[in-house]
């Protein structure tokens, strides 16, 4: 399973970007996204972003990385919070994968 991590860009230096998460500073290729202005929020893969992310998903995406950190301790009550939006907008299996069909 590959992870990606939300990144802040704090200083754009063309087709690469410092970027910054909870603390933790790194050299970021922009080559797949391409030149990004500092406070662009981009998902991160392997030191290079994948994707330009909106700040909402970056805290969406913090959050449930909290919650798979959380999980694995055995903190169920954490995943619960973690996941607070899908109360409004729970997802629904395709249509082919409900009950009652073969």
Known sequence: MC???PMRVTQALGNAAWCERRGERALID???VG???VGAWLLVHRG???EQLTPQ???QIDAALDAL???LTGDTA???AAFA???EHAPELPSHLRAGKP
């Open 48 to 50: 290079a972003a994948r």
């Open 57 to 59: 998903a970056a805290v």
């Open 69 to 71: 950190s959380a999980a």
């Open 3 to 5: 992870l990606g991590l």
């Open 35 to 37: 030149e990004q202005p």
């Open 85 to 87: 939006d899908l109360v």
């Open 78 to 80: 954490s995943v619960d």
């Open 30 to 32: 922009l080559t797949l």
